[in-house]
Nanobody, 124 residues
Framework: QAQLVESGGGMVQAGESLRLSCKTP????????MGWFRQAPGKEREFVAA????????YNVDTAKGRFTISKDDRKSTVYLQMNSLLPEDTAVYYC?????????????????WGQGTQVTVSS
């Protein structure tokens, strides 16, 4: 399976921003839908945002609330998650994943290939 590599996580204070990156093998983002999920300790994996191969986006409204933006760069085969106005409840491991086009964007089972995750910690 294609290797997805997340980066950009870290420890920030509430109100600050982070941009996560997910580097994928060449042309992956042109052929697959890409999603960001997160998992906090003791909680289930949660959908955050997705972007289709054609660039249309889907968000978890409760999670993103206009604070997060997903985007991709086809030439760099990289997907981004810009996170602004971070809150302590955004603390989690963030994962990117790839899914076949046409599969439900918010369902983890749609995604067959996952990265290792990057830790985001937001302090109050």
């Amino acid at each position: 399976q294609a290797q997805l590599v997340e980066s950009g996580g870290g420890m920030v204070q509430a109100g600050e921003s982070l941009r996560l990156s997910c580097k994928t093998p060449a042309r992956t983002v042109m052929w697959y839908n890409m999603g960001w999920f997160r998992q906090a300790p003791g909680k289930e994996r949660e959908f955050v945002a997705a972007i289709s191969r054609t660039g249309s986006t889907t968000y978890n409204v409760d999670t993103a609330k206009g604070r997060f933006t997903i985007s991709k760069d086809d030439r760099k085969s990289t997907v981004y998650l810009q996170m602004n106005s971070l809150l302590p409840e955004d603390t989690a491991v963030y994962y990117c994943a790839a899914a076949q086009p046409g599969s439900p964007a918010a369902v983890p089972e749609s995604y067959s290939n996952w990265g290792q995750g990057t830790q985001v910690t937001v302090s109050s």
